[in-house]
């Protein structure tokens, strides 16, 4: 009789992967998703971003395509978008290894568009070489800083996405201005009135009536790092961005701990189980005043009940005063961090 060939593990097709468990799920390299186009998560936002264009008389629109993170490479005249935001299932994989989806909603991700088509636009106008655009926003050759150290109260820069992004290069300001401008329904030259920034958001308008019909100088479509090509496994992609966004270790001094966690007698409740429960409120608290990335909070809190529980630490009062100075010490740790690439302890 003729020997059976074994059986081969054949891949799912489509979104089958979709119901897989999240161990198998974790080992399919990203290229084996399928994921084609942008798909139906993404296409009615991409709709909504031509509509905003087409409602200022503008021609250009950016090609897009799915990739591992937000970004518009130099000299393409178009940006990629996180290939987890194609999926529902993709988008609980991103929450729960980052604790945040970046774009995960329908307001985020078009601000995020907006920004990113001011890059695209930049690059297909060749916008960099104009001298008008660097007297109001500086040479883009200019290096791209590590750290930046942000002044929220600058009247200089205009605000939309968080960090005060539009501080951190020339390429930057431009974009986020862009964003203003393009973004509906916003009374931008009421809203900024008084700030040297209007200045930049009316040479925007101005520039965008200038090149509204234009035809682009550059029209390539070319796709940088495209999902569909990476061999890397999902494992090892979220290996990989945790370890880009995870704090590097603070050096805790311990008074400052003594300090937030004065109690020491056995009958109070330990700091660090205090610190596991009120994780999340506090992790969530102060990405919302910082802007930071939840994951990087986290790591940093985790080292902080790594500590207390080193040393014993006890809770005095379960008030709501500790929560709040608990909140600020995080914060202190976290804009340290955010300004300079490493945590400062206070002398």
């Not at 862009?178 to 520039?207: C, I, M, N, S």
Request: charged share 30%.
């Amino acid at each position: 009789m003729p020997r059976k060939r074994p059986s081969r593990k054949t891949h799912r097709r489509g979104d089958d992967w979709a119901t897989l468990p999240k161990e198998q799920l974790l080992e399919l390299p990203i290229r084996r998703l399928g994921l084609r186009g942008l798909g139906a998560e993404l296409e009615p936002l991409v709709a909504e971003l031509h509509k905003e264009l087409a409602e200022r008389g503008f021609t250009f629109r950016p090609h897009i395509w799915l990739s591992d993170e937000w970004f518009s490479p130099d000299g393409i005249p178009g940006f990629a978008v996180p290939f987890y935001l194609a999926h529902p299932r993709l988008k609980r994989l991103e929450q729960e290894f980052m604790l945040e989806v970046e774009g995960g909603t329908p307001e985020h991700c078009l601000a995020l568009m907006r920004h990113e088509t001011a890059h695209a636009i930049a690059n297909a106008y060749r916008l960099h070489r104009r001298r008008d655009w660097q007297q109001h926003f500086g040479r883009s050759s200019q290096r791209y800083p590590t750290f930046y150290v942000p002044h929220p109260y600058s009247k200089r820069f205009v605000i939309h996405l968080d960090n005060w992004y539009a501080q951190s290069h020339p390429d930057e300001d431009w974009a986020e201005t862009f964003a203003v401008w393009l973004t509906p329904g916003l009374d931008w030259r009421t809203q900024y009135h008084g700030w040297p920034a209007l200045k930049k958001l009316e040479y925007v308008d101005q520039l965008m009536q200038e090149l509204r019909e234009t035809k682009p100088m550059l029209r390539t479509r070319r796709e940088q790092s495209p999902a569909r090509s990476m061999r890397i496994t999902l494992r090892s992609y979220y290996r990989t961005k945790q370890t880009r966004y995870g704090a590097k270790h603070p050096a805790f001094y311990d008074e400052d701990l003594r300090r937030l966690f004065a109690a020491s007698t056995p009958e109070q409740p330990l700091a660090a189980r205090w610190l596991r429960r009120e994780r999340m409120e506090l992790t969530s608290t102060v990405a919302t005043w910082t802007g930071e990335f939840r994951y990087r909070i986290d790591q940093v809190l985790k080292d902080m009940i790594k500590r207390c529980d080193e040393l014993g630490l006890r809770v005095h009062s379960e008030s709501p005063q500790l929560k709040l100075h608990a909140v600020a010490f995080l914060t202190r740790l976290v804009m340290d961090y955010l300004h300079t690439g490493k945590f400062r302890v206070r002398v």
